[in-house]
């Protein structure tokens, strides 16, 4: 399969887990976080199932075609760079597989709480949702990092050093910089910012590693 190809299957993946976050987490202005670790969402128990059951199906292709991106990119730098480019397509594979793993879990904790809160028991629901995000906090982390935040940087580095031959504005174009712009919008406090485009940012940073990969 050539790099143009896989760019494409890149950027489509990025927007397909950019749905499928709206679908997850597209809550509204008036939703509450609840509870002592402010882990749950007051308009989880408002919202309709079939949308987490939808995200987590959309997530599960988005997830290897946004890699393609990726390794799209990294398939090119690797011509001149091979260690570099090696090294970064292994991480990012490790990150991808935690990134379906953590969407599928977020998708799961809005369910636990529908069902627990049908016999109204919201103690019952936060333990359950508090304990269960504690033991996967650590893959939790490590995982995300090496999806949204190692790559980033490396990509960053990679265009400021001159191994990867694209423009210094491309170093906006990766899912660490759209998150930090998608929390920057939600920080103005403007309710059309609550959500959007914060919930769907890092994807499609991801979706942009295609484009840089089509730019090459």
């Not at 990092?145 to 906006?172: D, E, K, N, Q, T």
């Amino acid at each position: 399969m050539n790099n143009q190809l896989l760019a494409i299957i890149g950027i489509i993946g990025g927007l397909l887990c950019a749905v499928a976050d709206c679908l997850l987490d597209l809550k509204g202005a008036d939703n509450e976080k609840l509870g002592e670790g402010k882990y749950i969402d007051s308009k989880w128990q408002d919202m309709a199932h079939w949308r987490f059951v939808a995200s987590g199906i959309l997530a599960m292709f988005a997830v290897p075609m946004y890699t393609c991106g990726f390794l799209s990119l990294m398939n090119q730098v690797g011509t001149e760079h091979s260690t570099f480019a090696l090294i970064m397509k292994a991480v990012f594979c490790c990150g991808a597989m935690g990134g379906f793993m953590i969407h599928s879990y977020l998708c799961l904790m809005p369910t636990i709480y529908q069902k627990i809160m049908v016999t109204d028991h919201f103690a019952l629901a936060e333990t359950v949702i508090s304990s269960t995000f504690r033991q996967i906090i650590v893959p939790f982390v490590t995982l995300y990092s090496m999806l949204v935040i190692f790559p980033s940087i490396a990509v960053i580095y990679g265009i400021l050093a001159g191994m990867i031959a694209l423009p210094v504005w491309c170093v906006i174009m990766n899912p660490l910089v759209f998150q930090l712009i998608g929390l920057l919008f939600r920080a103005t406090g403007c309710k059309w910012f609550i959500d959007a485009p914060s919930i769907c940012a890092a994807s499609l940073g991801l979706a942009m590693y295609g484009v840089l990969a089509l730019m090459m």
